[in-house]
């Protein structure tokens, strides 16, 4: 059984930094990619980040140079830093990891984000 689980929301003011993680459970980790998504309220859900299983990352605009993903393969654990929060930051953070080879793709369940003004 696959399972996402993301961790490390809460409520922070702005200006201020959160470390989110995703620990991934009945995936071969090695061999996908690991995004994290968001969806605000009334938003579609769009990518933040995405890291290959190579390290490789790309970045939305929005956040360049503020979040940084990272992953760790031995503890099939991937990482958001997300700095300088912004109120607009605010959303429901997803970890997603897709197959490399498959496509087939998972989901969590997801971890609130507020950035108070």
């Not at 201020?16 to 969806?39: D, E, H, K, P």
């Not at 995405?50 to 992953?71: E, L, Q």
């Not at 958001?80 to 429901?92: C, F, G, R």
């Amino acid at each position: 059984q696959v399972q996402l689980v993301e961790s490390g929301g809460g409520l922070v003011q702005a200006g201020g930094s959160l470390r989110l993680s995703c620990a991934a459970s009945g995936v071969i980790f090695s061999m996908n990619t690991m995004g994290w998504y968001r969806q605000a309220p009334g938003k579609q859900r769009e990518l933040v980040t995405s890291i290959t299983s190579g390290g490789r990352t790309n970045y939305a605009d929005s956040v360049k140079g503020r979040f940084t993903s990272s992953r760790d393969n031995a503890k099939n654990t991937v990482y958001l830093q997300m700095n300088s929060l912004k109120p607009e930051d605010t959303a429901v953070y997803y970890c997603k990891a897709t197959h490399e080879r498959t496509r087939i793709a998972y989901w969590g369940q997801g971890t609130q984000v507020t950035v108070s003004s």
